[in-house]
Structures are given as C-alpha cells and as structure tokens.
C-alpha cells in the first residue's frame, strides 16, 4: 500500500531486526509493558498473515528504500460493525518525518475504499503528546477520554480516543 514515499507492505522474517529494535527503545516500551525475544518477535511477525486470514487484524511494516521504519496495523477488526483499532510505531531513526501520520493517512484511505469500514478509531495514553498530534494530522478528531482505559509500563494511564468516519471529509 504506497503512503506517499512510504510503503506500507507485509511483514517478513528479514523484519525481525527492526521488532526487535522497536520493543527494545524506551520510547517505544515507554507506552507496552513487554519486551521481545527473537522467539517472540518470530511469533509477533508470523501472527499476522493468520490473523489477516481470519479477518480479526492486519498489520504492515511501514517502509522506505532504507527499510523498515515503523509499524501500523489494525489491531482489531470488526468487519460486522464496520471498524477497526489503529496501533503504530515509529524507530528513532525515523522519528519527526511524520512516517505515522502519512502510514495512517494512507491506511484510514484504504479502510475506507477498500476493506469497506465505516469507523477507523485508535486511542493514546494522554500523557503521549505525540500520538495526539498524529492522530490529528492524519484526520481523526479527539472523541473524549476513556478513564484508566490502559495499563503501560509504569501503570495505568487515561487514554485519548480518535477517530475517523469514512463519512467524514
């Protein structure tokens, strides 16, 4: 799926460097209270594709010519209600290029036009700044707060909700 100059494809084995990277960065773990093993990243990476099979989640490598440089998926799809949960990373050496804000612009556009969802809605710690300004740049409005929605490493946080109509213009 093309983001501009981005591309957003399938995860693959050769990825699991980059995962492994990513659940390792504080900044990252900051917000998910695991870390991974090759094991589990290897687990993580090939979950996808049987989760993609049995229409309850997509996820992609967020890439340019010089790899990977995050990940964003639909953590949950609903394909009866019409929805679908965003989640997203960014590596340090591909943050402040607005690669989640493109990675979901271009993936709210395709679960709109072509998995035919209604609702594309994500929520972020309210102490993470940064998933707001994304969430925001990319078209998906604050909704409200959900009250100790999430617990993260350091306990539980209150967590914006965004989200995007496929009305919406």
């Given at each position: 799926m093309?983001?501009?100059?981005?591309l957003l494809r399938p995860w693959q084995p050769?990825?699991?460097p980059a995962v492994r990277t990513a659940y390792t960065d504080p900044d990252i773990?900051?917000?998910h209270c695991r870390t991974m093993t090759d094991d589990e990243a290897h687990a993580w990476l090939t979950a996808w594709p049987r989760r993609w099979q049995a229409e309850t989640a997509a996820g992609w490598a967020v890439t340019d010519p010089t790899g990977v440089l995050g990940?964003?998926?639909l953590r949950e799809i609903d394909l009866t209600e019409g929805?679908?949960?965003v989640s997203y990373w960014v590596l340090p050496a591909a943050r402040g290029r607005h690669?989640?804000?493109r990675a979901l612009t271009a993936l709210t556009t395709w679960s709109f036009q072509q998995a035919?969802?209604?609702r594309v809605w994500l929520r972020h710690s309210t102490a993470n700044p940064a998933s707001c300004r994304v969430a925001r740049r990319a078209g998906l409005p604050a909704e409200g707060t959900n009250r100790g929605a999430a617990r993260h490493?350091?306990?539980w946080h209150d967590m914006h909700l965004h989200a995007r109509l496929r009305t919406d213009s």
């Open positions: 093309p983001a501009g100059d981005l050769s990825d699991l773990r900051r917000w990940q964003i998926s929805q679908g949960e690669v989640a804000a035919g969802l209604h490493a350091d306990g």
